[in-house]
């Protein structure tokens, strides 16, 4: 059986004071343990751009992840860097779009349970733990036939209840 941690980590990005805020809690009485302001302008100058730089690969990566390595992760990732571009910092929802990864409605496909039962079941294990699950051969097949319903879905029009309200 896994264990839980005991402790939830809170990190927020605070683009005003250019800090990444850090708030250590524990689970169970949410009760502050620590906290700590990382401020960017205390990055040695020399090591600046390489900070953003790596910053920069972990959103394309992060924001990428649900692509399988290859040709197709390529082009997420220039997907990411064109949004960034353009001065959009959280991509723009797609009405109807999925809230689940295709490896988590997978997950719950295999097992028989509701998506919410498999991402409760996922938290009781360490990422590496997770990862191993969801790159799980049958989840990782059932995650394909998925995300290609997905990009077949038509979204449904909604302009009729909308009134002049409607785009």
Do not use: C
């Amino acid at each position: 059986m896994a264990r839980t941690n005991p402790y939830a980590l809170s990190v927020d990005l605070n683009a005003d004071a250019m800090s990444v805020d850090v708030t250590v809690k524990e689970r169970e009485s949410d009760e502050v343990i620590d906290t700590h302001s990382f401020a960017a302008g205390e990055v040695h100058e020399s090591l600046r751009g390489l900070t953003a730089l790596y910053g920069l690969s972990k959103l394309l990566q992060d924001r990428s992840s649900d692509v399988k390595t290859g040709p197709d992760k390529l082009a997420a990732m220039k997907g990411v860097a064109e949004q960034l571009a353009s001065g959009q910092w959280q991509k723009e929802r797609k009405v109807g779009a999925p809230t689940v990864s295709a490896e988590v409605e997978a997950l719950a496909q295999f097992k028989q349970i509701t998506i919410p039962q498999a991402q409760a079941a996922l938290r009781r294990y360490d990422k590496a733990a997770r990862d191993q699950i969801l790159g799980h051969e049958k989840i990782q097949e059932l995650a394909a036939q998925i995300r290609e319903a997905r990009s077949d879905e038509e979204v449904a029009s909604l302009d009729d209840l909308a009134g002049d309200l409607a785009a």
